[in-house]
């Protein structure tokens, strides 16, 4: 909170830098040398230490002063005679003498301990000067701003300005490379001095133009900054194109600048430009009598005016004003020159800047011969401030452009306010002195009221002086304030002050930069450190103020010890006893206070201790002088930390009260063993081990600091809980009432502590139901004693006054008992909540009797309202701890993993009239409980017999795992049973049904590509039992989740023309390929469910056939289910269950339903045949129009005979199909056993309805039925799958044609047993030997490569001709040719 010197960069290389400067004075002895190259080095431990701290001036005088004896003569003094500039970014360093010069660039190193700190080092070093005889006299270093949109504030480069004895001002890279040379005058370069734009302060500060100005001993020349600004870009591009280039530097023109001639001043050596001065009518009066007189006229405007102070002497301090506009910009005969051939140079193919270029003829000419230089325009001065004696050494401006420090001859430094023109301050014994200033912004935080942020920030004024004769730094407050800071340092150091930062900045760049500047550094070249002085705003304020700043540094000072991890706790009860009196300001005083209680670390005691000693203090004082606020603060704050110190020392007592409740629990046990198994059970599924965080532990101990801040205490004493974060909360309630529910506290003594204390009943109740919810585990290991002790407590807090209403009526509800009412139903710990029920009911039952007894004396029972939602409640509590339960229970391995749903009366009534349906359909899903075992369990008819099977086949396995896996799968069982038995309305098994059906389809719409899911939720849908309630969900099912990527599946098949692939199927569908073919045969049974359930409610159960129905919904000749539920959950509000939602839905139109069945079935199909098809082709345009409606509207169907081509390509898929099942079940060496046929999976592409669905569909695609039973005949034959064959043979009705087809597969056999087999026997030769010609003709004309199974047994050859013979008549052209086919055959069996 004081000024300090802060060291933030030091220069490498120092020596190196003094010898290249001073080549040519190193005459000195070795020894001498020796002495000066020690001095130089970095060993400086002994002495830097005690730089650090402006406090301890007496060290750091006897260190610098034993420096200064060690270096006298050799090594400090060399910086005085040199030139020194910093950039205002601290990033670059020049040092020159005479004709030399050193650039000093940062850079980044790390240090021993690893911190990264600034150095700067060696960049270039060189001769700067190209004329003979001429020397360095003045060098500032600008930076330039980045003109890049993505620019925070960092310059993009800098320029090194040099002037010189001859007059000439050269501009410089930071490598050194001369950009830019012009002589603007013939005399000495006296002073070079840069103004950069300004953010003004405040709406009436005129915004300054950035300007160079360079002073002559009789010219003041100044350089637009913005012309500047792009005249040095432009040549630092042109040096860098030249250089890649490898071509020479083209000569850029001149710049253009003012010169004024000053007059009436005898010497001059500094000088400040001020900028332009606003006037007021007032002063362009006043100074238009002072230089015209009384007969002076005055202009209309004000005119804008630059102001120039220069000191010297005669008079010692000058002030010119130029008027704006009266000289104009001078360019010197170069530009002259130049302009001349402009013409030319700009057709020329040179390259460079604008394209001017020299010959080689031409080079020596203009250096030879010097520039003309333009005349100065007179300026006179205005007025000064005469002084014949004293002369002026140098002038430095401050940053507002209001006030200027000036010194002299005569070790003075002056004040001067620059707009009254007149000296306001003086300081003397300051030879020699070098001056600075820093503005330094105001923080937020320092003002008591903070203005709006509308308002501007507050800036404080100080002077830096470094008098280098004594070797003091000195901060003096603005304009008459103190001397605010005072820091011994060596005798040859140098201040550094710019006085302006980036050039090329304006108002719109600037906005949201950083400008990363140092104001003021002091430069030590013993030890190479630049430091830069650190000064806290409220420095700058009064007196009055002063004492609040230091307040303030108290704050901080105490704020530091707190936050420092190990302190001792005696140190810091002394320390904060010691600020907290020390400090006056009373805001200050609470806020240390406050952050002192706030402190985790500090102790009980300590606390206690502190807050005892302020209030001691503050009561013994007048109680004018005493902030009430402050005086309430310490009494409440101690009051708290009394009682958690009482409730802390309770707590750890080792004996306990005894129960004076002994029977407490005796109206309990019965109600205990009514629930105990379920509380058993319960406590076995919660006990499972968990993750947990040690801090979110209740376990964890509550510390007072945390107890304060939960804590409030009103004037009139009484304390109130905040209730803040739902942990803190429980945390508080544990510490008050944990001890008391486990049995280790006395239970009375706690509850007199809390009522004392003034903590309201219900409070109180509150915490305590909260810890007791919250400690579930912890109360069912130990039902019966904590139960015990609730029980005491809860009459306990229901006998301090003001729990209990006095005037409470028992035919009304109580509040008080309201409240735990309230709380158990918004529980989700059910067990907790039912047993705090139990104890509450007992307590309020007791209560009532004891108000009946007391008022009424009658033997009659009290009947209260009261004890009737007591046992709605209760009876809730139980259902709600049943269902829990079962939620409860861990799914089996493998199934769908997710956390157990959490219910509590309050979630159950609030989801409405299905919500226990709907949480128990997700414990289903979660379980993977198949859905008829889950009717099993509803109807309670698990079969016994497959029980003992399973059971005796487990034995025989000796599977003990199965054993125990059948265990646990009754035991659920009987949890379902008894859960359903406590709601038999609420889950009655259609409500249950639909919303496990619902559950299931919701899942699969998460995940597609589990089919599995979609399958189940179809499965459900069949064992709802109300055709209504199955009517309305099929509807909802279809249009919510499937009819979507049912038409997506449809388009996609129609545009690939075949069974897409996997990425097509993801792409378009969102599932897989295999997915999609589940999906479709759900779509199918989804369909013809819809059908049937119309089918039913229309009184008609032939699903499957085209009928002559179009009524847009069913006509409801069963009555509709009424859904109702249990008497005490009658209270429900919210969404309508899915079962009502199904019951409101609209009927379907049958023709429409069957339409898409038929479409399903075809893409089913042939997605799992994978045969090619564009399945919409095979319907009209009626047809195609009517897919994918809404099933509940009319459309117009297709009707009449179809076109002969359509009904082709229908035909032709439905006998792809029939090929395709008969390849899928080929079992030839089942049916060559003869045994029989095998029988055939129920669904896949071996499903044993496949031929029934295609001869169903090809009923309603107008295709012959009997043409797919003769093909299916001739594929099952051509398999050699005869037994099937014959089966199906039986049903066709065209036997003639049917004869012919297997005439000729029958001789396709028989020419590869005699003619195409391998293994021919003499026999068989024989035999066709004997065979008729024309038999023998006809079987080498057939093809047996057709048949897919030729190797048929010959008695399946011999019953296939036998059956020829019964279904070809006698006179069918082919008769005669299959009797000859019979002898063959008998033939061969012969042999054989």
Known sequence: MSCSLLEFCRLQEL??????????????PVEEKNEADNQMSWETSDWESSWDNGDNQEEETTSTTKVEEETKGQTAPWLQDCVVALSPCSDLLVVAREHKAVFLSAKWRTDDSGREEMTLGVSWSGTLSTEDGECVSSCICIPLASQKRSSTGRPDWTCVVVGFTSGQVRFYTENGVLLLAQLLHEDPVLRLKCRTYEIPRHPGVTEQHEELSILYPVALVTIDGFSLF????????????AAAAGSDVIQPPPLAYKKWGLKDMDTIVDHSSVGIMPLCVFDQMKNASILGGFTASVKGNPPAMSQYVTVGGGPYTGFYYSVEGSSQPLLSHVAMAVASKLTSALFSAASGWLGWKKNKNEDDAPQKQKPKVEPATPLTIRFGLPDSRRHGESICLSPCNTLAGVTDDFGRVSLLDLARGIAIRMWKGYRDAQLGWLQVPEERSDREFSPPTSLPRRHAMFLVIYAPRRGILEVWGMQQGPRVGAFTVGKHCRLLYAGYRLMGVNSVTSQGWQLHTQQVCLLDPVTGALRTVNIPFHLALSDKKSERAKDMHLLKRLTALLKSRHVDPDVLESEGKSVLLDIKHPAIKKQALESLLSNKNAPVSCLTNITSTLYDTLKKQDTEDVDPLLLQLCSSQLKLLQLYSDIQQLHSFADTEPCSDNDSLEGMNEELSRVGPTLQRYAQFTSRPSVSFAQD????????????????????????????????????????FWGCLSGKSPIHKVCDTLQQAGISPQQLLALLLSVWLLREKEVLQKTEETVRNLHTLLIALSNIKGAVEESWDPQSVSPWWQQVRTTCIQSHNAAAALLAAFVAHRAAKASITNHADTKLHSEWEAVSLELEQWVVCVRQLEDVLVLQTLLLVPPPQGAAAGAASQCSIKTLLEGGTGGIADSVSKWVFRQNLAPQRLKEILQKRVDKDADDQLEQKEREEGNEKKEQSQEDTDRTAELLVAVWERFPHSLSPDLLFAHCCWEYVVQWNKDPEEGQCLCSAVEHLKLISSPHIQLGISTMMWSTFIVKRFSAAAYLMEKVGKAPKDRLCRRDVGMGDKAVTSFLGCCVQLLQILMEVTGELVKYHSPLTFINYYADSAVEEESVPELSVEESWCGAEGPASIAELAL????????????HCLLASLLHAALTFNLKVKPLNLFDSKGKNAFFRDLTTIQLMPSGDMDPGLVSLRQEFLLRVLTGWVQAIDDTSSSASGTGCPPLPSSGPKADWWPSLCLELGSLLQVNPDILRRHLVC??????????AEEVMLEVEDKDVLGSQLLVLTGQRLSFMLLHSQSQTQAAMELLARLPPTLCTWLKAMDPSELRCPLVPLSQSSRLVGRLIEILPENHAQYSLALHLLEAVEALTTED
């Open 15 to 28: 020596r190196t830098v003094r010898d290249f400067l001073f080549h040519n004075q190193r005459d000195e």
């Open 230 to 241: 792009q005249s040095l870009r432009a040549c630092r591009n042109q040096v860098a194109r």
């Open 697 to 736: 532990s209740p376990d964890s101990p509550l510390t007072a600091q945390a107890f304060l801040s939960q804590m409030e205490c009103s004037e009139d004493g009484q304390l109130k809980v905040n209730r803040g974060a739902e942990a803190e909360w429980n945390q508080l309630g544990n510490f008050l």
């Open 1144 to 1155: 409101e839905q609209k009927g379907v139109h049958y023709p429409l339903v069957q339409h």
């Open 1275 to 1284: 594929e099952l034959y051509n398999q050699g799958l005869d037994l099937r």
